[in-house]
Each structure stands twice: as C-alpha cells, then as structure tokens.
C-alpha cells in the first residue's frame, strides 16, 4: 500500500458515513470484520450484522450532526503477507468544529480484486459510546 493509496482508502471509509452510502461502505470491508474497542471486541460476521452497524453509525452521525469525518494517516506496516497494518487519526467534525475528541486507530486492511479492504479494527470508537446503543456479542 503507498500513501497515495493509503490516503484513498481513508477518504474512501469516511465518505459513507456522511453520504450514508451503506453500498460504499460494503465495497470497503471485508468479513468477518473484527472490531476491537474501549467496551470489548465486536465481530461482524455477515452482511446483516455489517448492515446493523452501519445504520447506528448513521444514527449516532445525525445525533451528532457531523458534516464530516476527517482522518488522517500515521503510519502503514507491511506485513509480508499481502496485508497491511494501517494506523489513522478520526476527527469527528460539524462544520468544522470538533464534535468529540480525535482518536487513532490501527486496522488490518487487505488488497481484494484490486480494492483495499478492512478486515480488522482495533481501538474503533463504537456508535454505543455516542448512542447508548450497545451491539451484541455472541453468546449474549
């Protein structure tokens, strides 16, 4: 992955969660999706759950009333493997104003038919954390 790609790819997970383009951000994952965040690790294992998801990003993006996600990278590791460990900073903005604190994340992204795809994320802020919304686990 070279910058230019890297920085594609970052525009590429953000867009969505402005447009609400669940397509968009379909085209970008690839499942299982394991997030890893402050309230413990979530998968996602199909379409339906990636579905879920995103519609509570969207809500918590409209609660928030975000006309941006902005992140910006920090470093990319090749992995010798064909994959990537890939590491940004998220700003969550309202016509230009912070809505929450910026936070990094590191995610493992993987090249697929030509498209850069996420597979993993650690250290995600979930939508729960703005929502009260709090997904399931399995064996919950």
Known sequence: ????????????????????????????????????????????????????????????????????VFRTPVSIEDCDDGTFIVTYRTELLSNGTRRTNPYTSSALVLKIDGTWRLNSIMNARGHHDWTGHHPHKPGE
């Open 1 to 68: 992955m070279t910058e230019t790609e890297f920085n594609d790819f970052l525009v590429r997970i953000s867009t969505p969660f402005i447009s609400g383009d669940f397509e968009a951000w379909e085209a970008c994952i690839h499942l299982p999706l394991a997030l890893v965040t402050q309230s413990g690790p979530v998968t996602l294992y199909d379409r339906d759950d990636l579905r879920k998801n995103f519609d509570l990003y969207i809500q918590a993006t409209r609660i928030m009333g975000l006309t941006e």
